[in-house]
């Protein structure tokens, strides 16, 4: 097969193979060195995104440039204006026919580099000259047929001012946008811009390019499936909600949607973007929500009955209520979960279809010093107030959804006999994320306390169920007490991260060598170690005969591969 392969016999394996690999770079081009057949398959998708590449030197953009019919009349007497002369060579491939995804602001960044990177004087003045060439780009892509799958509009910070040319050219070449799936925009709050004296202007500016690309993508676009949206406070909101809830209503299978809220002005107003999703409620799959209070548009949300996928980040309560369906996979991030009501009415709700759990629940810790003011017995109100609404949470998990295979809880204020009950009712979990943060009560005389953490260890690894291989400790700190864990754990673990304390690391050391010798399952360990980097190495070459140590940042799995 290798040998079919390196011949170009299995055109269809190997572009799997190279799609796998678009954001090595290096390997992309290294592939592309091997043959003419490898090289053909290689550079395309390379020059899919290439501006995602944050290089000092983007040089593909003399490329793009020099492809074009005329770069003499167009830029290179400007660029001359500013002591850069370039030699533009005829390039192997017609590269801009690759072009897929394109985000504005790193066309901008790209385009900044590119000039800096040849301006002989560097205290010149480059704002136009980057206006010229960013513009030529666009000019270049749109009359050159590129078709776009992705287009951000993200960044006001690299706002680029658009020429009425580029507008009327991409109202004559519809195909520009007609195949996009992946939409993301960002109105950008005004308040970043208040250092710049003309912020005002810029800012109208910014808004009014984004109104005309949007009503182009209103009449042009009815492929998208992912659609990303943030909103701040602005007098053009009512205008851009008005054409993105138009572009909602114009998809044929629009599948996930993002909506991040930065509203500050009351009454709280969405003016039709919620609402326009009632449109999609046959084909929508997946919806995050970050920061949005109650508004009645929610509401709408009701009728999409075929939801699979819930995200719900720092939202009013009340939010959790306005969902019908039943969910397989559901993320919370909240600062201080102390109405657990309407997340239980999903959890009972979606039953045993529910199989991935992710909640983080950051206002969960709490400094028990003893205080003798008001403010103390507020902090002991809010913690009791919490403890029962996570142990609702738990015992909710436990009766209503037995089919979980991936549970994430961080930030449990207390631990309690709810966590134990909880593991040794799901039969069927493989992936375990847990943190707790007040084991036990300080007032514990020091000896009767370590007595309790070795009991606790000890619970928490038999309880453990024998369908799991993935175990991330990373955020509970159990000190020298995790070889208590590992010596007593008998679930054939894969991957494991924990943290390692910050003295008898010799013994949690030892420990996970007992463990991967008696089990032979594990694969891969990640360390949160605050020895820093050279204390990790030792530990490396301490585990390399019996597990790979990698970082954490390749050793987490997340709740849900969807990339909305």
């Given at each position: 097969m290798a040998s079919k392969i390196f011949m170009g016999n299995m055109p269809e394996l190997m572009e799997k193979i190279l799609n796998n690999l678009e954001n090595e770079?290096?390997?992309l081009y290294s592939c592309a060195l091997v043959s003419r057949h490898w090289c053909e398959m290689s550079i395309p998708i390379i020059w899919r995104d290439p501006f995602s590449f944050q290089v000092f030197k983007p040089m593909f953009i003399s490329i793009y440039i020099s492809s074009f019919e005329d770069p003499e009349d167009d830029v290179k007497s400007i660029l001359k204006e500013y002591g850069i002369n370039i030699n533009f060579q005829k390039p192997l491939f017609h590269y801009v026919r690759f072009l897929e995804i394109l985000n504005l602001g790193c066309l901008n960044?790209?385009?900044?580099?590119?000039?800096?990177?040849?301006?002989?004087?560097?205290?010149?003045?480059?704002?136009?000259?980057?206006?010229?060439?960013?513009?030529?780009?666009?000019k270049i892509f749109i009359k050159d047929g590129v078709t776009l799958s992705e287009l951000e509009l993200n960044s006001l910070n690299d706002f680029i001012e658009i020429k009425p040319e580029?507008?009327?050219?991409?109202?004559?070449?519809?195909?520009?946008?007609?195949?996009?799936?992946?939409?993301?925009?960002?109105?950008?709050?005004?308040?970043?811009?208040?250092?710049?004296?003309?912020?005002?202007?810029?800012?109208?500016?910014?808004?009014?390019?984004?109104?005309?690309?949007?009503?182009?993508?209103?009449?042009s676009v009815t492929k998208i499936t992912n659609m990303r949206v943030a909103l701040y406070d602005s007098d053009y909101l009512p205008q851009l909600c008005h054409e993105l809830a138009f572009i909602i209503k114009s998809q044929e299978h629009l599948?996930?949607?993002?909506?991040?809220?930065?509203?500050?002005?009351?009454?709280?107003?969405?003016?039709?973007?919620?609402?326009?999703?009632?449109?999609?409620?046959?084909?929508?799959?997946?919806i995050m929500i970050e920061g949005c209070a109650c508004s009645t548009e929610f509401e709408a949300l009701r009728d999409c009955e075929n939801l699979k996928a819930i995200r719900i980040y720092h939202c009013s309560n009340t939010i959790f209520t306005t969902f019908n369906s039943k969910i397989s996979i559901l993320e919370v991030d909240t600062s201080g979960l102390y109405n657990a009501s309407g997340l239980v009415q999903i959890l009972e709700k979606s039953g045993s279809s529910l199989q991935r759990f992710k909640l983080n629940d950051e206002n969960s810790y709490f400094n028990d010093e003893d205080d003798e003011d008001n403010y103390s017995m507020f902090k002991f109100n809010k913690k009791g107030s919490l403890i029962k609404s996570q142990s609702l949470l738990l015992e909710t998990l436990m009766t209503s959804c037995p089919n979980i295979v991936y549970l994430s809880i961080l930030g449990i204020v207390k631990y309690s006999t709810h966590i134990l009950k909880l593991l040794s009712s799901l039969q069927k979990l493989q992936f375990l994320t847990i943190s707790w943060n007040d084991e036990f009560d300080d007032e514990s005389e020091s000896e009767e306390k370590e007595k309790k953490m070795k009991a606790c260890a000890k619970q928490f690894a038999e309880i453990l169920p024998p369908t799991l291989q993935y175990l991330d400790l990373s955020k509970l700190y159990l000190d020298s007490h995790v070889n208590i864990l590992l010596d007593h754990c008998d679930a054939p673990l894969k991957k494991l991260s924990i943290n390692l304390p910050s003295h008898n690391e010799g013994e949690t050391i030892n420990a996970i060598i007992r463990f991967c010798i008696r089990k032979k399952t594990p694969n891969f360990v990640s360390v949160n170690e605050r020895g820093g980097w050279r204390n990790i190495k030792n530990f490396e070459k301490d585990l390399e005969r019996y597990v790979k140590v990698v970082s954490y940042y390749s050793f987490v799995v997340s709740c849900s591969h969807l990339s909305y």
């Open positions: 770079i290096r390997s960044y790209g385009v900044d580099c590119w000039i800096s990177s040849h301006l002989q004087d560097e205290e010149q003045d480059i704002e136009q000259l980057k206006f010229h060439v960013a513009n030529l780009l666009l580029i507008f009327y050219l991409l109202e004559q070449n519809i195909n520009f946008f007609s195949r996009i799936h992946v939409l993301s925009i960002s109105l950008t709050a005004l308040k970043e811009l208040k250092y710049d004296y003309n912020f005002e202007f810029i800012y109208e500016s910014y808004c009014k390019v984004l109104v005309k690309i949007l009503k182009i993508l209103a009449r599948k996930y949607f993002k909506l991040a809220c930065k509203l500050d002005r009351r009454p709280w107003e969405l003016y039709g973007i919620v609402l326009a999703l009632k449109s999609q409620k046959e084909t929508l799959e997946g």
